[in-house]
């Protein structure tokens, strides 16, 4: 594990492959770390050189130093590449980290990222999910909330790595980082409506790839296929067969083929 001072905080991070070809930066959701990536660094490490960083209040020691937003992500891996002096690389991001994915996209424009991965982003908000949020910034029941949200992801699986990154890694997270996930998601949802819209509002679009494994119903495939047949053609949806909300753990090796399928240009 490494770390380096962004912004006045330490942002701790591992590293992997050759620094010789094309770094993949993977960025997590909210109270979640590298750890959510430890089946798919290795599997990415044989083709790039692979980075993962974890972001502010989110390092060994969750070190905070006041309050922080979504922007603020946004601008600390943009001041992280710099740091890092990154020329050729490319963002593949998980869960709400895809807000941070675009954001990014959109400062750096398509001439620096010409195309990106997001991974298991919600397309289309729910009533339940707007509960959910609710819940989980209220001080007094936030863990009603993210039992919630627990309980859904782990409904139908077994799967080993995904339970224990679940019930032990992202409960490793105190309560006041959930809280102020739950505010930051709401607040990107409010904003632009859902994914698809802040992705239209690019100036210019870069190729997007969405991997995903659930709903499972043949109906979220099609509404992204519509999407992307239906005046999007840099929206390309990506099904990887799954239980869970979580491939990267559950699925490492064909997403890890999808992504460099998709990088290897």
């Known amino acids: 594990m490494k770390s380096i001072t962004i912004n006045n905080h330490p942002m701790s991070y591992v590293e992997a492959g050759d620094p010789a070809k094309r770094t993949i930066l993977l960025l997590s959701g909210w109270a979640q770390d590298d750890r959510l990536f430890k089946t798919l660094i290795p599997e990415l490490a044989r083709d790039f050189h692979v980075i993962a960083p974890n972001y502010r209040g989110h390092d060994a020691d969750q070190t905070l130093q006041g309050d922080f937003t979504g922007d603020d992500l946004v601008d600390d891996v943009g001041a ?3 740091a ?3 020329k050729d690389f490319r963002l593949v991001s998980t869960s709400h980290g895809c807000w941070v ?3 990014l996209c959109d400062r750096f424009g398509p001439d620096v990222l010409p195309r990106t991965v997001v991974i ?3 397309m289309e908000p729910h009533d339940g999910f707007w509960q959910q949020l609710r819940e989980g910034q209220d001080p007094e029941k936030f863990h009603i909330g993210r039992k919630s949200f627990f309980d859904e992801w782990i ?3 077994d799967n080993a790595d995904v339970i224990n990154h679940i019930q032990n890694e992202m409960t490793w997270f105190r309560g006041e980082m959930w809280i102020r996930a739950c505010r930051e998601i709401e607040k990107s949802y409010r904003k632009w409506g859902s994914p698809l819209k802040r992705m239209e509002a690019l100036a210019a679009h870069p190729a997007i790839m969405h991997i995903y494994s659930q709903p499972l119903g043949e109906e979220y495939r099609k509404f992204q296929a519509d999407y992307a047949a239906n005046g999007h053609p840099w929206f390309i949806p990506t099904h990887i067969p799954g239980q869970t909300h979580f491939p990267t753990l559950e699925s490492p090796v064909p997403v890890a083929a999808a992504i460099a399928g998709f990088y290897r240009d």
């Open 155 to 157: 409904a139908a699986t």
């Open 80 to 82: 992280f590449i710099k």
């Open 101 to 103: 994915n675009i954001g």
């Open 84 to 86: 890092l002096d990154l």
């Open 120 to 122: 298991d982003w919600l």
